[in-house]
T-cell receptor, first 111, second 114 residues
Framework: DGGITQSPKYLFRKEGQNVTLSCEQN?????MYWYRQDPGQGLRLIYY???????QKGDIAEGYSVSREKKESFPLTVTSAQKNPTAFYLC??????????FGQGTRLTVV | QQQVKQSPQSLIVQKGGISIINCAYE??????FPWYQQFPGKGPALLIA?????SEKKEGRFTISFNKSAKQFSLHIMDSQPGDSATYFC?????????????FGRGTQLTVWP
């Protein structure tokens, strides 16, 4: 079954904790992206990666980190430096010149 | 700076009516314009996309109109149905860029009343 798998679907974080969101794809797409979605803010780009072992900061990278050790995987770590991490996080993939395909998202809540 | 500006932020339409969402951009290097539909708690899904060599593209009840000189494009939903109630995002990409990222509008929340 081809697609993008994000896990977990719901995640709760205590103040001061780092948490890692998983994104795995079997579409054989080179590019992978992480977006943050807040009500009324649309989709804001956190990080993206065009190839393995390379990634670029998006518009709101502060307080986040990523790695791209395998083509299939692009995990996002929300660090304690991110002061307002409660949001809906979306992972996406694409070939370089086509549309993006999105996962089903992870809802992160700070408790 | 918002690369793609989308309006309205919310839209209420009666069943059977026409829903119209507008987007505008400044970067003339953009050459691919997709629209996404998102239901609550789900990821966005591609609805329809257009390239600037055509002025209109239609798929079922959904039509994109594109005005290259005005740098505007719009989504028209004909015969709107309650099942169309969702958030819609326009986007733009410069396919020639090595970065290849999509720029999204802020979204329009569409409600179709039965």
């Amino acid at each position: 079954d081809g697609g993008i798998t994000q896990s977990p679907k719901y995640l709760f974080r205590k103040e001061g904790q780092n948490v890692t969101l998983s994104c795995e794809q079997n579409l054989n797409h080179d590019a992978m992206y992480w977006y943050r979605q807040d009500p009324g803010q649309g989709l804001r780009l956190i990080y993206y990666s065009q190839i393995v072992n390379d990634f670029q900061k998006g518009d709101i990278a502060e307080g986040y980190s990523v790695s791209r050790e395998k083509k299939e995987s692009f995990p996002l770590t929300v660090t304690s430096a991110q002061k307002n991490p409660t949001a809906f996080y979306l992972c996406a993939t694409s070939r370089r010149d086509t549309e993006a395909f999105f996962g089903q998202g992870t809802r992160l809540t700070v408790v | 700076q918002q690369q793609v500006k989308q309006s309205p932020q919310s839209l209420i339409v009666q069943k059977g009516g026409i829903s119209i969402i507008n987007c505008a951009y400044e970067n003339t290097a953009f050459d691919y314009f997709p629209w996404y539909q998102q239901f609550p708690g789900k990821g966005p899904a591609l609805l329809i996309a257009i390239r600037p060599d055509v002025s209109e593209k239609k798929e079922g009840r959904f039509t994109i109109s594109f005005n290259k000189s005005a740098k505007q494009f719009s989504l028209h939903i004909m015969d709107s149905q309650p099942g169309d109630s969702a958030t819609y995002f326009c986007a733009a990409r410069d396919r020639g860029s090595t970065l290849g990222r999509l720029y999204f509008g802020r979204g329009t929340q569409l409600t179709v009343w039965p």
